[in-house]
């Protein structure tokens, strides 16, 4: 990731990222977030611009995170938590 990408994330979308990845469906996070489905899948749509990745794949009951997701779970876990 450049350092342009990382300037483009924002609080937002390292909330929708983590809610997804507890809750690992775009409506489930959504109510979690107090969001509308819409939000979440537009702030999916930006994170995966930035990291040049799906992040999150349809399945048969909500999504199921790629392994790049995987990794950057943690990383995005701990800013929230340093926030």
Request: aromatic share 4%; proline share 7%; net charge positive.
């Amino acid at each position: 990731m450049s350092q342009r990408d990382i300037r483009s994330l924002d609080l937002p979308m390292l909330r929708a990222f983590d809610a997804l990845m507890q809750e690992r469906s775009v409506s489930r996070a959504a109510a979690r977030l107090f969001l509308s489905q819409p939000a979440v899948s537009a702030a999916l749509a930006r994170l995966r611009e930035v990291f040049g990745d799906p992040l999150f794949t349809r399945a048969a009951h909500g999504v199921v995170p790629t392994p790049r997701a995987l990794a950057l779970a943690p990383q995005v876990q701990t800013v929230l938590a340093e926030l």
